[in-house]
């Protein structure tokens, strides 16, 4: 470990913050995962952070007089440790303006949908609905739209015809876990530059050697 200083973000359970400490404990990533700062006070994550040795803060919205008072302590609180990249590993808040400035293109997201596709809450469900062939998810920085953020990586998924909601976002979740780290690795590396609304890489990358999408055909 060591490198880059990374703070999570999370609310729930906390699946793809368990594959970025994963990366980085198995030397994939040479970085540190740092802190969890956490809305909520029963989120799993908070257990998956307490078993790797994870410093973890709450931080619960009502007990601050602002949502722009909230995200100011929340960049507080990151900069204090020395965090230079935040990931967003299902936090379920939209992120406030303060933050965004104090770490504008240090921000990273994943979405369960092809975006611009499918933006917002439950992307798997609108996408199934919706009838679409191919769906997948997306690493993205965050800005001040919804899910608007320039796109680092995607993985396509194809929908079965006989898919539920619920074993399209299983699968989706299965790439997930894959792109994000993937994602914190190239940032870690120094190889991603942002050129307004792009994203480009320096040099080959997982995905360019078909280890994140899946054959279409299957």
Do not use: W
Not at 67 to 91: C, N, P, Q, T
Not at 162 to 183: C, G, M, Q, V, W
């Amino acid at each position: 470990m060591g490198g880059l200083n990374i703070g999570v973000l999370a609310s729930g359970r906390g699946s793809n913050f368990q594959a970025i400490i994963d990366a980085v404990e198995g030397g994939y990533i040479k970085a540190t995962v740092s802190v969890l700062i956490t809305d909520k006070p029963d989120a799993f994550a908070i257990q998956r952070a307490k078993k790797h040795h994870i410093e973890c803060i709450i931080m619960i919205p009502k007990q601050f007089s602002s949502k722009d008072v909230y995200f100011e302590k929340i960049a507080d609180e990151l900069k204090s440790r020395g965090v230079g990249l935040v990931v967003l590993a299902g936090f379920m808040r939209i992120v406030g303006k303060p933050l965004i400035d104090a770490f504008r293109n240090r921000i990273i997201n994943i979405h369960p949908a092809l975006l611009p596709a499918f933006p917002g809450l439950h992307g798997q469900q609108q996408a199934h609905e919706y009838g679409v062939k191919i769906s997948g998810c997306t690493v993205h920085f965050v800005d001040e739209g919804m899910d608007t953020g320039p796109i680092i990586i995607q993985a396509a998924v194809p929908v079965r015809d006989n898919d539920t909601e619920e074993s399209l976002a299983a699968r989706i979740l299965t790439f997930e876990h894959k792109i994000y780290p993937e994602a914190v690795r190239l940032f870690s590396e120094g190889r991603i530059r942002v050129a307004g609304r792009k994203v480009e890489i320096e040099g080959a990358f997982a995905a360019d050697e078909g280890l994140i999408n899946p054959p279409l055909s299957k």
